[in-house]
């Protein structure tokens, strides 16, 4: 698999790359890029083609332990050596691209987990979360042109604070059916109950959550983001009356000790 087949020339040549990654190394918490116009236009246009023809499982992405529904408003096929992509999502040559724009190394045994995802009108959002530990890096492509930010469905990222104010609205118990229109109205709220939970060796106790960058999810837009370097909590805010639409791509390392896979 050559990535120059698939991925825009200015982000393989060294100078393009070594921006990439100064961009990540200058991030004070969360490590990540944001790479728009990321594949070559016939390849982004040929996997939206392809998604439009597929059938999304709302009941698969939502879910969790215990037959518990989440609050993450989406729907989802996994992808398989099948999808038009496959050729890049589960590339050798995309894993170690991926984290050298990251500025690490590839963990010794790896998957990827790709899911292709489908998001209602009016979809009410997901709740503050870590993805999991043995998730080491994830990247997050969006296919929607014309979208603004008023349309929703923005990608928030959330840095955990030291300190906490009294003034700080508490959200818990966030029902799987809420539009979480308060995650638009808050930039400092504090919570005891992120999905994913707190990483084990920290104290289990309320913080309080500042929003430290939104991302809207605009066509051919490329969100990458190292989860070993940081937990990178984060949520979406609810959407409007548009369809939205991309893929998560999951690098797992398989060698962590809680490594369940998908
Ligand atoms: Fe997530």
Not at 119 to 127: E, L, S
Not at 210 to 232: E, G, H, S
């Amino acid at each position: 698999m050559e990535l120059s087949k698939w991925i825009n020339s200015n982000y393989l040549t060294p100078e393009g790359i070594a921006d990439v990654r100064e961009s990540v190394k200058a991030k004070p918490t969360m490590k990540y890029c944001v790479l728009d116009n990321f594949f070559l236009p016939e390849r982004i246009d040929a996997i939206i083609a392809h998604h439009a023809t597929l059938k999304f499982d709302e009941a698969a992405d939502r879910t969790g332990h215990d037959m518990v529904i989440l609050p993450y408003d989406g729907a989802v096929k996994w992808a398989d050596g099948n999808d038009v992509g496959a050729e890049f999502y589960f590339a050798e040559e995309v894993k170690e691209y991926f984290c050298y724009l990251l500025n690490r190394l590839k963990p010794p045994r790896t998957s990827v987990e790709l899911k292709l995802r489908w998001h209602k009108p009016h979809a009410t959002g997901f709740w503050i979360h870590s993805d999991s530990v043995w998730r080491s890096i994830v990247a997050i492509m969006y296919f929607n042109k014309n979208w603004k930010a008023s349309d929703g469905g923005l990608l928030q990222l959330w840095r955990p604070d030291e300190a906490s104010y009294d003034k700080s609205t508490i959200f818990d118990n966030i029902r799987s059916d809420q539009r979480l229109d308060f995650l638009n109205e808050n930039q400092r709220l504090k919570t005891n109950t992120p999905g994913g939970g707190w990483p084990s060796h920290w104290p289990h106790q309320s913080r309080d959550m500042i929003l430290v960058d939104q991302i809207v999810p605009a066509y051919n837009r490329l969100f990458l983001c190292d989860l070993d370097a940081d937990p990178t909590f984060h949520s979406v805010t609810p959407s409007c009356d548009k369809i939205r639409t991309g893929f998560v791509y999951w690098l797992n390392n398989e060698s962590h000790p809680n490594f369940k896979g998908k």
